[in-house]
């Protein structure tokens, strides 16, 4: 699945990530988080980043209350962030 830079397949990422997608279209996103090392590769680095601006507080309304309720729903991902904010200290304090 090569979408690299395709701003609308980020946007699509991101919606995966905080639970709004169609459960069909979330199906295969899984099926290809699994067995397409591309999609895979850019499903991480959006997910990062979502990650890194929920830690600078750059993320707001519908977006802000989808990464509260749905993003943070899993300790697995708790944890993701209570890292990102430990590496956001310690890159301030540089």
């Known amino acids: 699945m090569s979408s690299n830079g395709d701003p609308r397949f980020e946007i699509e990422l991101t ?3 905080l639970g709004g997608l169609s459960e069909r279209k979330a199906e295969q996103f899984d099926q290809l988080s699994i ?12 997910e990062n980043n979502l990650v890194d601006a929920y830690v600078h507080d750059e993320l707001s309304g519908e977006t802000l209350q989808r990464f509260q309720s749905y993003y943070l729903s899993t300790p697995k991902r708790r944890e993701k962030v209570k890292v990102a904010r430990i590496l956001a200290c310690y890159k301030e304090r540089e």
């Open 15 to 17: 919606q995966y990530l």
């Open 35 to 46: 067995t397409d090392d591309e999609f895979a590769s850019r499903l991480s680095v959006v």
